[in-house]
């Protein structure tokens, strides 16, 4: 007899009535994809984690101390996102929360065979949150397309490159 066989033998009753009383207390935590990062500068984290929403299939989830909140859904943009960077930096005292986040997109009828990039940017608040920063993730030079042959005519592909840029434009 296999050593679990002999475990669930003496156990699996005790087992079984703990799932009843305590149902999540055998649930299996979130896919983790990326992380959990630390947060320059702060005590929080934050991670990456696989969702079963079919439109939305990645969540940015920061965890500080005992609490926990979904900062945002990485949704699809015709194909299945892929998430190239996490990085942090910060910008007047203030932490920022960087993401690269690329789609491919393949039709050869078209003769489309492309990589799609959105950099988006969350900063800490005054009540110590991180929150989608409107006014950066907008900035038009940080969305952009590269071609099939990995040409490097999208800048800004890289952590490198965008937080210098946002040192110097954001100061």
């Known amino acids: 007899m296999q050593i679990r066989e002999v475990i669930m033998r003496k156990y699996g009753f005790l087992i079984f009535i703990l799932n009843l009383i305590f149902p999540t207390l055998f649930v299996n935590a979130a896919d983790i994809i990326q ?3 630390r947060i320059s500068n702060d005590t929080a984290s934050v ?3 696989k969702k079963d929403d079919i ?3 990645l969540s940015m989830v920061v965890y ?3 609490s926990y909140y979904e900062l945002d859904k990485i949704c699809e943009n015709g ?3 892929n998430l190239r960077s996490v990085f942090f930096f910060t910008l007047k005292g203030v932490n920022h929360i960087g993401t690269i986040v690329s789609w491919h997109s393949k039709h050869q009828a078209e003769g489309i065979d492309e990589t799609n990039f959105e950099v988006n ?3 800490r608040n005054a009540g110590g949150e991180y929150t989608f920063d409107k006014a950066k993730t907008l900035d038009p030079v940080l969305s952009g397309t590269e071609d099939g042959a990995g040409d490097g005519t999208y800048k800004f592909n890289n952590a490198i490159s965008v937080k210098k840029y946002m040192k110097e434009k954001y100061g």
């Open 47 to 49: 991670q990456i984690e």
């Open 64 to 66: 500080d101390k005992s």
């Open 121 to 123: 940017i969350y900063k």
């Open 35 to 37: 992380g959990p990062y």
């Open 55 to 57: 439109n939305c299939p």
């Open 79 to 81: 194909d299945y996102p």
